[in-house]
């Protein structure tokens, strides 16, 4: 499966939650970075954001599994993948692992809509956008 290292780091102490382990809002942070920095390397950049096309990935549906704890001290490591690719979607997969050991801690499935930033609607993903990521497009299972 080709995927794109999308993110890197180490849980932090206040990545925790009370209960010891690292909180499922740090989970889709480090999805919600990994879809920016996908989508970067596919051409849509935060100027292009900002400036340019004005267009943007956004999630309308998450389907998820956590599979290992983490906890403060740990390395980990998300690689990214493209799913599947419609005419205004696009579907990534998020897998988080710990590093040390590349242990499988949390996958999911975002399911995003390209939104144009001017009108708040769904728009067709651009040729070389959807060139790009056929880059990291999954092999049919």
């Known amino acids: 499966m080709p995927a794109l290292v999308s993110f890197r780091s180490v849980v932090d102490p206040t990545d925790s939650d009370f209960l010891g382990h690292m909180n499922v809002s740090r989970y889709f942070a480090a999805c919600s970075d990994g879809v920016f920095a996908i989508q970067s390397e596919m051409g849509l950049t935060a100027d292009d954001m900002r400036r340019g096309r004005r267009v ?28 599947a690719i419609g005419s205004k979607s696009m579907t990534f997969r998020h897998r988080l692992f710990r590093t040390d050991g590349d242990k499988l801690a949390f996958e999911t499935e975002f399911k995003c809509v390209l939104l144009s ?3 708040r609607q769904a728009t067709e993903i651009p040729d070389d956008v959807r060139e790009c990521a056929t880059e990291w497009l999954e092999s049919p299972a």
């Open 117 to 119: 930033l001017e009108t």
């Open 56 to 83: 943007s990935f956004a999630v309308v549906h998450a389907q998820s599994d956590f599979r290992a704890e983490l906890t403060a001290g740990d390395s980990i490591r998300l690689e990214t993948s493209v799913v």
